[in-house]
């Protein structure tokens, strides 16, 4: 420690004396205080060379960044450019937030992070090479956040082919999505745009809006920028007029003579901006006339843009929901009469309990990039029965197709809620291990998207050690798969003949955990996501006693003060 | 200037002392104080404050002359009228929120480290008994450098495929599957962990895992896996040398050549 503060001191002298580098320059010493950190914190998963290949690279997914090719997925910068010093040294500080690239605030400080900055540039010949500061994207004419904005990207969407990949609803479920590879081979999912939380370049609008003007670098997603959109070049006039013209020559209707006049105009405009946007991308010479037309073209673009970031930002809550793990329950709550079915607005009066999923990495085979980011839930009770809604987002709706060949299972996407056999007596009574129990039993449901209607009755003793229950109980199930969305409402008595069976009683705290399997991302058995115990409760109607005592013990404390008085009063007289 | 009196000062007291234990104190020690220790402390106070004021009769005249006065006195009218209506108000308010309170579930109170076994075993082979079993790479540390740090690299390795995802990046306990689990996963930058334990301790709970714990330590809780399930002995040391370097702490030792 004494020697690097030592070399940053005498590095601080140096900065000093030394003309300020070029974006394209090295120092070598600070390459080699960067080496230090690099190969301390870096390399076991950048690996030494910058290859990507550290030892702990093959379990992750998205793969620890190979640094020798110059992408970089968070850029301020347009489509093609490389990074400014600035977004590598912001993306070392606080991480890429869905993977495993953590923040590194809290462990380097700013000197370090920018020394490590300087040596991971040395990976790529790109840097040095390029004399030009990279162009950066203007945020000058945001758009502020309006539910005017997000209408008008909500159009823009669809018209953009976002929906192919991200889906209709942003739940990165779009027909695309199970094929896409990144650059270097490796799966690759588009985002859940609905949870943005997860968001690798951070949830603001600005940052969405620089992610789908530069470009993520090395994932297939194409950066927005210049003819990518839809007549580049048009105002948004002409582009409706030009639409409809195009649609006419579709029909095969004639087109008058000034019709046909306007058309090769605004094919012209197009045309022009387009080769503009080639020459701007290439870094070419451009003329005054067509610089104007490109920058023309591109305030289209730009204003579109800040809608469509606008319409992202709103596809997901302002933050993630809140879980405070050991204390977060869930509570059923009662309601009389009949219990709601699937599709009933009476579920839309109660909130989602939020239950965080991580890979299983306990138990071969592991877990190790989850896909599911969580479960919500909800529940109601009558006086008989009890009816829960669960849903969480699968990218894909994987059924039971594709057979594992070893084990002859079926990659397919399903659930299991795990209780107790029996609630606990008090706090030193032992739950079961959390993952299906261990010699302490747990009493499971299991719904499997192959069968929708069906729930099966697990018995386990510990994660390879499972059985159906011999008599299964009476289960009214429904479920629903639209848009990267599972939905699965679950309706049980409270009491049922079978000992084997958790029995239900209200106001009795009862733990309760959650595995989910996606088959779309490889979850085959003990390959899943799941979650630590929580609680479930049905929550009893809150005591009439509180209308009661209160105005008693007001009452009391009045006659307790008005005899004070009296009492002492009498003792003056 | 009035002088501040004996009542005031006693009712300001026990005032801080409540606001203290209830709003500073817990993001002192970054644990809300249970509400039953707060009485307890609260009633403690309380008793020392009475045997204060009527340790002298006088004193305690004095200590109660603002209560008589608010009492009985003609000048002290709106004070008493405040009172009167204000007291059962606030009784009636601090009854409801106490009945209208939502129940919470039963704790799982734990001991994060339970006392270990008395035997070392890896699997179902004893390597020594707790207490004297040693990290049988430590001494290349002083007597082979080029061959230790060969240890701490392995022990670096086994770290970011295995333990990272729970322990961090930085062996804070932040790892970004930390979030979903209770208990937490150990912190070994705290100062008190890695210096308070045996490398033996250390190997003990790497290989059982939270499974292996006693009771006492919510076994059923704990995520953390078994892992001479899938580490050799060898990796299992290195792993524990690679924690203490890339913390600066050492282990506890029970003297030296033991
Ligand atoms: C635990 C493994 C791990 C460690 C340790 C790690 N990274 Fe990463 N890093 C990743 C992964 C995984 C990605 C790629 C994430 C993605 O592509 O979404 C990444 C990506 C990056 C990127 C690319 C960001 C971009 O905009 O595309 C940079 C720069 C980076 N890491 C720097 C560092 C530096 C510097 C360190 C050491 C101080 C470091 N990383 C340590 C896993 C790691
Ligand atoms: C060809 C498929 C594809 C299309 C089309 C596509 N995306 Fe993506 N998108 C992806 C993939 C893949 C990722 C994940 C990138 C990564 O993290 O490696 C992604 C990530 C994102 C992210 C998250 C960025 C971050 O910081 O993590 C946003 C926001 C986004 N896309 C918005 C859009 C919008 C808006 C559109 C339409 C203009 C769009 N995408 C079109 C594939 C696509
Ligand atoms: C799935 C998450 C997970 C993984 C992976 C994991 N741990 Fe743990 N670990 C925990 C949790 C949770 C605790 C705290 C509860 C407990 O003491 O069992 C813990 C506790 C510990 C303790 C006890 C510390 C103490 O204060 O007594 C040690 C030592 C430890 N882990 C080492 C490791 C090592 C070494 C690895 C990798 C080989 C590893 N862990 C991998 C979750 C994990």
């Known amino acids: 420690m004494r020697i690097t503060m030592l070399t940053f001191t005498s590095l601080l002298i140096l900065a000093c004396v030394v003309p300020h580098p070029s974006y394209a320059q090295e120092t070598p010493e600070g390459s080699l205080i960067g080496k230090q950190i690099y190969d301390k914190s870096c390399a076991h998963c950048h690996g030494l060379e910058g290859r990507g290949d550290g030892s702990a690279a093959e379990n992750l997914l998205p793969r620890p960044r190979d640094f020798t090719r110059g992408l970089y997925k968070i850029r301020s910068t347009e489509s093609g450019q490389l990074p400014t010093d600035k977004d590598l040294f912001d993306i070392i500080t606080v991480g890429m937030p869905g993977t495993s690239m953590p923040e590194w605030e809290t462990s380097l400080d700013v000197k370090e992070r920018e020394e490590v900055v300087k040596y991971i540039k040395t990976f790529y010949s790109g840097f040095q090479e390029n004399e030009n500061p990279p162009r950066e994207i203007s945020l000058d004419d945001k758009i502020p956040y309006s539910q005017e904005s997000v209408e008008i990207g909500k159009d823009l969407y669809v018209e953009l082919g976002c929906v192919e990949c991200h889906g209709k609803l ?13 650059a270097w081979d490796f799966k690759t999912w588009p985002a859940n745009l609905t949870e943005n939380w997860n968001f690798r370049g951070g949830s603001d609008s600005e940052d969405i809006f620089k992610r789908f003007i530069g470009g993520i670098a090395g994932s297939p997603m194409p950066a927005f920028q210049g003819d990518t959109f839809y007549h580049f070049g048009l105002t948004a006039e002409q582009s409706e007029q030009y639409a409809t013209l195009e649609k006419k020559v579709e029909d095969g209707e004639e087109l008058t003579t000034e019709e046909e006049e306007r058309a090769a105009q605004y094919f012209e405009i197009n045309d022009t901006a387009a080769t503009a946007a080639l020459d701007w991308a290439e870094g070419l010479e451009m003329s005054p006339e067509t610089l104007k037309i490109y920058n023309d073209a591109m305030k289209v673009v730009y204003e579109k843009s800040w809608h469509l970031a606008n319409y992202v930002k709103s596809l997901s809550p302002e933050k993630r929901p809140d879980f405070a793990i050991g204390k977060h329950v869930l509570r059923s709550q009662y309601l009389q009469g009949e219990l709601p079915a699937l599709t009933d607005e009476t579920w839309n009066t109660l909130d989602y309990s939020y239950y965080p999923l991580i890979g299983q990495i306990v138990v071969e085979p592991r877990q190790f990039n989850p896909s599911i980011d969580a479960v919500n839930v909800k529940s109601f009770y009558n006086d008989t029965e009890v009816a829960f809604l669960f849903s969480w987002d699968d990218k894909t709706h994987n059924t039971s197709e594709e057979e594992n060949e070893e084990t002859g299972k079926t990659y397919e996407d399903a659930i299991a809620i795990q209780f107790p056999v029996k609630p606990r007596k008090g706090p030193t009574d032992p739950k079961p291990y959390f993952i299906f129990g261990g010699r302490k039993p747990v009493y499971l449901w299991q719904w499997k998207a192959s069968a929708p209607d069906t729930l099966t009755e697990l018995t386990a003793k510990g994660i390879n050690n499972v059985e159906e229950q011999e008599v299964q109980g009476d289960f009214a199930v ?20 079978d000992k084997k069976d958790l029995q239900l009683d209200v106001a009795t705290f009862v ?10 991302n490889g979850d085959i058995d003990t390959k899943r996501v799941i979650s630590s115990w929580y609680s479930f409760v049905l929550e009893p109607l809150p005591s009439t006693r509180r209308f009661i005592y209160p105005p008693l013990v007001a009452l009391l404390s009045f006659g307790l003060l008005v005899g004070l008085r009296r009492i002492v009063q009498r003792r003056n007289s | 200037m009035k002088k501040t ?16 234990l209830r709003f500073v104190m817990g993001g002192i020690i970054s644990a809300p104080i249970p509400n039953s220790v707060i009485a307890m402390y609260m009633g403690l106070i309380l008793i020392a404050i009475l045997v204060h004021v009527s340790v002298e009769d006088s004193r305690f005249t004095e200590f109660l002359r603002p209560v008589h006065e608010t009492l009985v006195d003609d000048s002290k009218r709106t004070r008493r009228l405040v009172l009167v209506i204000l007291i059962p108000l606030l009784m009636c308010g601090f009854s409801y929120t106490h009945i209208a309170q939502k129940t919470s579930p039963l704790g799982d109170p734990r001991q994060a480290h339970p006392k270990p076994p008395l035997e070392l075993t890896y699997k179902d082979i004893v390597i020594d008994t707790m207490q004297d079993a040693q990290n049988p790479y430590r001494h290349y540390e002083k007597d082979d450098p080029e061959l230790f740090k060969e240890h701490v690299d392995n022990g670096r390795r086994v770290y970011y495929q295995n333990c990272f995802y729970c322990h961090g990046d930085h062996l804070d306990g932040k790892g970004h599957f930390a979030t979903a689990l209770n208990p937490l996963p150990a912190n070994f930058q705290d100062p008190g962990i890695i210096p308070n334990y045996q490398e033996s301790f250390f190997f003990w709970r790497i290989s059982k895992g939270g499974p292996g714990l006693p009771p006492a330590g919510t076994p059923w809780n704990t995520a953390m896996p078994i892992w001479e399930d899938f580490l050799t ?23 030296e050549g033991h």
């Open chain 2, 233 to 255: 002995q060898e990796e299992i040391w290195d792993v524990i040398i690679f924690l203490s370097e890339y913390t600066g702490y050492t282990y506890r030792t029970f003297g």
């Open chain 1, 511 to 520: 733990p309760i955990a959650f595995s989910v399997w996606d088959g779309g």
């Open chain 2, 5 to 20: 009196s004996l009542f005031t000062i006693c009712l300001t007291i026990f005032i801080v002392s409540w606001i203290f």
């Open chain 1, 478 to 497: 429904e479920s629903d798969y639209t848009d990267g969305r599972y939905m699965l409402w679950v309706k049980r008595s409270l009491k049922t003949d």
């Open chain 1, 170 to 182: 942003g739940r990165g479920d779009g027909t695309s999505a199970p094929t896409l590879v990144d």
